[in-house]
């Protein structure tokens, strides 16, 4: 399978823990998105990656947040002191590069915070 | 302030017949369209797009219409069939940011046979 492959797919945390999530992007693609969505909303754009350069930041990003792509191939996004706001499918997209207009979505990693 | 909006949050058709789902923007900097597919469980999947220079794109059972003057797109579904039933996303962006795409809120189609 050649896609967007995301780990875990679904993760139960409670309050104050951290968790990570790991994307591993389509092996052409230096391009690498985070995107969070909430029930009855659409994908929110949280942060995207040009090989290792993290070069933007949503506002929505808040300190809690941190996302890597050390070698520019998977990329991790951490949570820390998860509250129960951040429960949401956070999804990683991919795209080719200089077509950062057509992005590749995987699977979504679910995270509830109890 | 939402730039992308999916007024219509369901669709009910039958087997064979059109489905319409519409899309408006706010933003003029947009000059570039996709509709996603989404289905309970899983990310969601690119369906068809548009640049801006075009009114029209056609693939397939799938057309999406582009009304630049009125900030307004279509996706045509002809025919429709059960395994169409999911949540479509419009999204939008600016090719030369290469960036975030923005997103509607999705309208859930169901097809009934």
């Known amino acids: 399978d050649t896609g967007v492959s995301q780990n875990p797919r679904h993760k139960i945390t409670k309050r104050g823990q951290n968790v990570t999530f790991r994307c591993d992007p389509i092996?052409?693609?230096?391009?690498l998105y985070w995107y969070r969505q909430t029930l009855g909303q659409g994908p929110e754009f949280l942060t995207y990656?040009?090989?290792?350069?993290?070069?933007?930041k949503s506002r929505l990003l808040s300190d809690r947040f941190s996302a890597e792509r050390p070698k520019g191939s998977f990329s991790t996004l951490e949570i820390q002191r998860t509250e129960q706001g951040d429960s949401a499918m956070y999804l990683c997209?991919?795209?080719?590069?200089?077509?950062?207009?057509?992005?590749?979505f995987g699977p979504g990693t679910r995270l509830t915070v109890t | 302030d939402q730039q992308v909006k999916q007024n219509s949050p369901s669709l009910s058709v039958q087997e064979g017949r059109i489905s319409i789902l519409n899309c408006d923007y706010t933003?003029?900097?947009?000059?570039?369209f996709l509709w996603y597919k989404k289905y309970p469980a899983e990310g969601p999947t690119f369906l068809i797009s548009i640049s801006s220079i075009k009114d029209k794109n056609e693939d397939g059972r799938f057309t999406v219409f582009l009304n630049k003057s009125a900030k307004h797109l279509s996706l045509h579904i002809v025919p429709s069939q059960p395994g169409d039933s999911a949540v479509y996303f419009c999204?939008?962006?600016?090719?030369?940011?290469?960036?975030?795409?923005?997103f509607g809120k999705g309208t859930t189609l169901s097809v009934s046979s």
């Open positions: 999204a939008a962006t600016w090719i030369q940011a290469g960036t975030a795409l923005i």
């Open positions: 990656f040009q090989n290792e350069a993290q070069l933007e």
């Open positions: 933003n003029s900097m947009f000059d570039y």
């Open positions: 997209a991919s795209s080719f590069p200089r077509r950062g207009h057509e992005q590749y």
């Open positions: 092996s052409e693609h230096n391009r």
